[in-house]
């Protein structure tokens, strides 16, 4: 079993739509981070939690240490969004997940 | 906030050719910094782990000798693909992280294409 499980592994939503992307996570953390990587590869780290929840524009992370859960949430969604979403925890090492494929139609 | 800058962003070379990426923190001491590879439509893979100053250190099945990982100062990582193969062609991301506790900070990444 992945140390990191995320879901769904491919979302398809019509713009405008409200998004929920799961990540769980079996091991002692430091902070858990989501990532969002565009086509060409490049990673933008979007935010870093170690609890509670935080919150940037259409973005939403929030975390529940004591469920080792957290999930990300984009309100009113564009094309744009249109990305791989990639949840990771740190416990002086990195573990990934597999990564949320997000397609947004307009 | 933190950043790292990672350089360059793309590289396009022959078969038999040497490839360094740098890996640069711009506005912290970064005295970890981690290299990761990304097959395509995989997640990101720790290839190995470099403290300022000493040997970084492998992950299983990674040629340390393929791959020459370099953290002379606190602001700088190198990794090299030396001879680089079309197999090698890939992803690779660093990140770096400060003292103590400190998150990672990822650079954006550079795409590796080996004809």
């Known amino acids: 079993k992945n140390e990191v499980e995320q879901s769904p592994q491919n979302l398809t939503a019509q713009e405008g739509e409200f998004i929920t992307i799961n990540c769980s996570y079996s091991?002692?953390?430091?902070?858990l981070h989501w990532l969002q990587q565009h086509p060409g590869g490049g990673i933008v780290s979007l935010f870093m939690?170690?609890?509670g929840k935080k919150k940037h524009g259409r973005l939403i992370a929030t975390i529940n240490i004591q469920e080792k859960h957290s999930s990300l949430h984009i309100t009113a969604s564009h094309p744009r969004d249109s990305a791989v979403y990639i949840c990771?925890?740190?416990?002086?090492?990195?573990?990934f997940g597999a990564g949320t494929r997000l397609t947004v139609k307009p | 906030g933190a950043v790292v800058s990672q350089h360059p962003s793309r590289v396009i070379c022959k078969s038999g050719t040497s490839v360094k990426i740098e890996c640069r923190s711009l506005?912290?001491?970064?005295?970890?910094m981690f290299w990761y590879r990304q097959f395509p439509k995989q997640s990101l893979m720790l290839m190995a782990t470099?403290?300022?100053?000493?040997?970084?250190?492998?992950e299983q099945g990674v040629e340390k000798d393929k791959f020459l990982i370099n953290h002379a100062s606190l602001t700088l990582s190198t990794l090299t693909v030396t001879s680089a193969h079309p197999e090698d062609s890939s992803f690779y991301i660093c990140?770096?992280?400060?003292?103590?506790?400190?998150?990672?900070?990822f650079g954006d990444g550079t795409r590796l294409s080996i004809l």
């Open positions: 990140s770096a992280r400060g003292h103590g506790n400190q998150p990672q900070h």
């Open positions: 091991v002692g953390i430091s902070a």
């Open positions: 939690l170690s609890s």
């Open positions: 990771a925890v740190d416990n002086n090492d990195m573990r």
């Open positions: 506005d912290f001491q970064a005295t970890t």
């Open positions: 470099s403290n300022e100053g000493s040997k970084a250190t492998y």
